[in-house]
């Protein structure tokens, strides 16, 4: 079956290319599946690299699969740039020119920091983004003992990358233009405990104000104020790579658009992870959720249908786990319906419920949240609350709200007659 | 591969299977010197379903294991048929306790997370839970 | 009014170095032994509760727990002793009749005890059970007098129906409401997997357990609770209950709080009605008022069932079995002294009745000289506590053996001698639904079927040394038994010579 073999082509080096590879192995092992990816790094763990400023791990342990499994799995890597598939000739174009032929292609290409225009910021010496390895390694070589660090940006990002550095600078300033930190996943409340939590760790912020313009060490604040600083970092945002489905003429939004099988309009293009858009199983609408867990099921499921196969992954929703100097929030789904609210010793949790269904939650706390999955999973798989005692369930999460028939049906190695 | 099938008709609710997990991965040989005074940290934790019924709950090993692929450092995976955690990669973030739907994951006494490993690391063999169950309401089966 | 003359029996000793705390104990007890002090931080007990089950013994992880027998004492006196002492305080306090449980604990003879098993030396071979055939299998019945031909020269079947065992040993009569559905269906599944069988006592048969009936023997006692065509039917026999050893000559009482549920329909009586089994059959008051019964039970059953009469062992027993064998029946059940119950009171349990070796020897030993041994089956229970004293009871002239308090033992029966307070630890004598849950089934048929099956090996055991492979060939067997420290006269009415003869 020799000229059965394909060549599949996967975009991109992170976790979604990576389950891509794994979900055609699933099927198909023979044919070539080659890795395109321009970080010269083997896969690693993109979310460690605060953790690797903190001395809490280490390259080795960041790596997203052992040596050896990409060679054992047949997996190839070119080391370069792709600029362009051509759907026609089923070719994916590399910066040098070179052109692969691919069966089908994936393109997992993530996302890209997104810096505004700001004056002056080509003057500043030392300023970096904080998404790779290699703005870690660069961030942590530029760093000195009483360096002062302005990081621009209170989203997740900036304030991971505060928490990696704080201790190894003089001072740590977090400004963002949004009235409270990590917005996007907090309301008010739960935000002002998170930045009560990081004050106290010397962390000092500057909200609901930016920067407007840049000196080679200082930050002029729109609101006048002035924060000389020795390392930049830019933690503004992030945008999806979606330029290659774009130039071949296919459908994009904010990320690229792909079905529930992760196939993009075009044929025999498939996308996965963080530069993609996908319908919100929580009631969110179509929207890209560049998180793990999303890029890791999505890159799978991309990979088996390549290989023809037939998977589904449409249960993809926002959620998050986050945690600063022991205070922990753990948020998903979308914030839209009745609130429901249950505290606790030290304890926040809100709970959003809309037509009989929990569409999202927020839990923070100095409380790790055992069995928030369960939350997570009445999002996920869409059970109705009027089915279990949700009354308990908000204070003690436990597979023990569940109906004793939903127990034995759904529970693996379970069995209750 | 085997698992631990709880068999919720017959579960006492007498935790038995928490004091023996938690032993049973103290690595002391003693069971009142691993847990006397100490708080306890089982991976295995019996809840009240109301109307008498009770059942230990611990990992289930699912064949598509969402901890795994959500774990953001590779600490959690999944070789063999069971999910094992490597406690050097954890970094506490705490992911894997937001997406498994059984409440399966906990924190253990150092801030890393820990679950049921099926015993397999600490040397005693068959799941300590299931071996000191008073009346087969956890069972070792394929 | 609590009774402030009785000093605790038991002391509950926890090594406060090993105890961690964890509640197993409290969470186990159903008498509120134990309880945790949340302000100390530590466990602590109300030993007045204790009846000395031993659950919390078993399950106490750290082995931290140890129940031992109060040495609080009253002045010594041999005659007053602290027992009798004890009784007569409950009773000063109480006004009522003294319950208990299981068999009879005082040390009366223990007749097995002084009985020894002969074995093949030089002159005869023994035989080795792992290399030739044993047989352990008996069949309970009437046996023809006689091979009977036809016309043709073929042998006639004259054979009347019977109850094959594969080993000498049947579950005894034990009532669902006396005992937990959990108890019954480890019982019938175990007799089921073993080819013997168990008894429902006169509970009637729970509509569940009906697919056991092929290994079961359907009791029809002087309540009558439970008894219809269906259940006679589902019967491999039907036992007619008399008496039991535990209390002859007085009925059977189980109290409405125990008539609930399944247990209110199964004995077909409304819930909540105490279930009082009369003292006598009222319908039976002479051994042609017995054969009625024998055989209206027949007629409803197509004479396709052996029919059991089961007896206490009271004085006379040898010329009641002698009657019982002639009223009709094919099987006579003799229960001992030292048989158990789920309760009854006091004095009788420790009073009345005899011991079942002497009864079973005189009763064997009365139907041969009469000539109708062959007409019955004789098994005996009261006691039957292993396999050695199974095989003693074949040799002397038993058929097979009813165990009862061995089989509860293997079900994790402590013997606390509790039953009647339906509190029991091991979800055994209990109707609460909290506490039969803690005996599976499952768990508790295969501990049966072990028990069993080491009986039988033992048995086998036994067997070979004597240089006999059936049971057949050891049944009243005699000379293969001689006896110790006994009298004369006991060691007559036993049949055996003393050991040295």
């Not at chain 2, 299977?17 to 991965?25: D, G, I, Q, T, V």
């Not at chain 3, 307070?421 to 004598?429: D, F, Q, S, Y």
């Amino acid at each position: 079956m020799l000229d059965m073999k394909k060549t599949y082509v996967i975009i991109g080096g992170g976790v979604a290319a990576v389950g891509c590879a794994e979900g055609i192995r699933t099927t198909d092992k023979s044919s070539r599946v080659v890795i395109i990816a321009d970080e010269g790094r083997a896969p690693y763990f993109r979310p460690l690299i605060s953790y690797y400023l903190e001395g809490k791990t280490d390259l080795d342990r960041m790596r997203y699969r052992p040596e050896g499994f990409y060679s054992e799995n047949g997996i190839e890597f070119i080391n370069g740039k792709a600029t362009a598939i051509d759907v026609k000739a089923h070719t994916v174009t590399l910066d040098g020119g070179r052109k692969i032929k691919y069966d089908a292609v994936c393109v997992a290409a993530g996302s890209s920091p997104f810096v505004p225009p700001m004056e002056g910021l080509d003057k500043v010496e030392k300023k970096f983004g904080f998404m790779t390895e290699d703005d870690a390694l660069s961030l942590g070589d530029a760093l000195f003992p009483d360096c002062r660090v302005l990081i621009v940006g209170a989203g997740l990002i900036g304030l991971k990358c505060a928490e990696g550095i704080v201790s190894r600078c003089g001072s740590v300033t977090v400004c963002d233009l949004a009235p409270r930190v990590l917005s996007s996943i907090l309301d008010g409340e739960a935000a002002s405990l998170m930045q009560a939590r990081l004050e106290e760790h010397g962390i000092k912020f500057l909200l609901s104000d930016t920067a407007a313009s840049f000196g080679p060490h200082t930050a002029f604040m729109k609101s006048g104020k002035t924060v000389d600083f020795d390392v930049l970092v830019l933690a503004v945002g992030v945008r999806a790579n979606v330029s290659l489905v774009k130039d071949a003429g296919g459908s994009v939004g904010r990320g690229i658009t792909v079905d529930c099988r992760m196939k993009t309009s075009l044929p025999d293009v498939y996308a996965a992870g963080d530069c993609t858009e996908t319908e919100d199983a929580s009631g969110g609408g179509v929207r890209v959720m560049a998180i793990m867990p999303n890029a890791a099921f999505g890159g799978r499921c991309a990979g088996a249908n390549m290989a023809g196969g037939d998977a589904v992954f449409d249960c993809a929703i926002p959620m998050n786990a986050i945690g600063f100097f022991g205070l922990h929030a753990l948020t998903a789904g979308t914030y839209e319906g009745e609130l429901h609210e249950a505290r606790g010793d030290g304890t926040l949790r809100r709970f959003y419920v809309k037509d009989g269904y929990l569409s999202g939650f927020m839990l923070i706390g100095d409380d790790e949240f055992t069995g928030a999955g369960i939350y997570t999973s009445l999002i996920r798989n869409r059970i109705p609350l009027d089915t279990l005692d949700f009354e308990t369930l908000m204070q003690a999460p436990s597979v023990a709200s569940f109906s004793p028939g939903y127990r034995s049906l759904n529970i693996e190695g379970w069995k209750n007659a | 591969m085997k698992r631990v099938v709880v068999n919720e008709k017959w579960c006492l609710g007498c935790h038995l299977c928490e004091y023996n997990c938690a032993f049973a991965n103290s690595g002391l040989k003693d069971m009142a010197k691993a847990l006397k005074g100490k708080p306890l940290f089982p991976r295995i934790r019996v809840l009240d379903g109301g109307d008498g019924i009770t059942f230990a709950v611990s990992c289930r090993h699912c064949t598509d294991p969402i901890c795994v692929r959500s774990c953001i450092s590779g600490a959690l995976a999944f070789r063999d048929g069971a999910v094992t955690i490597d406690k050097e990669r954890c970094v506490g973030c705490f992911t894997c306790i937001l997406v498994c739907p059984y409440g399966a994951i906990s924190r253990d006494a150092d801030g890393a997370v820990q679950k049921c490993e099926l015993c397999l690391k600490n040397g005693t063999g068959a799941p300590a839970c299931v071996r000191g169950c008073p009346n087969g309401a956890l069972t070792y089966e394929e | 009014m609590a009774d402030l003359f009785i000093y605790p029996e038991f002391e509950v000793v926890r090594n406060k170095d090993r105890c961690i705390a964890c509640r197993v104990c409290e969470r186990q007890c159903s008498n509120g032994v134990h309880s945790y002090d949340e302000e100390c931080g530590v466990m602590v007990s109300d030993e007045a509760r204790c009846v000395d089950c031993q659950r919390c013994v078993s399950l106490c992880p750290t082995r931290a727990l140890k129940i031992v027998k109060s040495d609080c004492t009253f002045r010594e006196n041999a005659n007053w002793q602290a027992d009798t002492i004890k009784e007569i305080y409950k009773q000063a306090n109480s006004g009522g009749v003294l319950l208990s449980s299981m068999g009879n604990p005082k040390p009366l003879p223990v007749y097995w005890d002084r009985i020894l098993i002969n074995a093949s030396q030089v002159t005869n071979p023994s035989i080795d059970p792992l290399r030739e055939p044993m047989e352990t299998r008996v069949f309970l019945g009437k046996k023809p007098r006689a091979i009977e031909r036809g016309e043709d020269g073929k042998l006639k079947d004259n054979l009347t129906p019977q109850l094959e065992l594969s080993m000498p040993v049947m579950f005894s009569a034990m009532s669902y409401g006396s005992i937990s559905y959990n108890a019954h269906k480890s019982l019938a599944e175990a007799a089921s997997r073993l080819g013997i069988y168990y008894n429902t006592g006169e509970g009637g048969l729970h509509e569940d357990f009906y697919v056991y009936g092929p290994n079961t023997v359907v009791q029809v006692a002087s309540g009558r609770f439970g008894v219809h065509a269906d259940y006679l039917d589902a019967g491999a026999a039907i036992e007619i209950k008399m008496g039991q050893g535990a209390k002859p000559g007085i009925g059977g009482h189980l109290p409405g709080t125990k008539i609930v549920g399944d247990v209110s329909r199964t004995r077909m009586i409304p819930e909540g009605s105490d279930a009082i089994s009369p003292a006598p059959h009222h319908d039976i008051y002479s051994i042609e008022d017995l054969r009625q019964l024998v055989y209206s039970l027949k007629e409803a059953t197509q004479y396709k069932k052996p029919v059991i009469v089961k007896v206490a062992a009271v004085h006379n027993i040898a010329a009641i079995a002698s009657g019982i064998a002639r009223s009709g029946a094919d099987i006579i059940a003799i229960d001992g002294f030292r048989g158990g119950t789920g309760a009854a009171p006091t004095r009788i349990r420790d009073n009345v009745g005899i011991p079942i070796e002497l009864a079973l020897a005189a009763c064997d030993t009365r139907l041969r000289e009469e000539g109708i041994r062959n007409d019955v089956s004789l098994v005996v229970g009261g006691s039957i506590r292993s396999a050695s004293d199974v095989v003693k009871a074949i040799a002397l002239g038993a058929d097979a053996c009813y165990i009862a308090t061995a089989a509860l033992l293997a079900l994790g029966c402590h013997l606390c001698r509790t039953c009647q307070t339906g509190l029991c630890n091991w979800g055994i004598a209990t109707q609460r639904p909290e506490l039969v849950k803690r005996l599976n089934p499952e768990l508790g048929a295969e501990r049966l079927y072990n028990l069993m099956t080491a009986w039988r090996h033992e048995i086998m055991e036994l067997l070979g040394g004597m240089g006999i492979n059936s049971i057949e060939t050891l049944r009243g067997n005699r000379l293969m038994l001689r006896g110790v420290n006994m009298t004369e006269k006991e060691l007559e009415i036993l049949g055996i010579s003393h050991a040295g003869e």
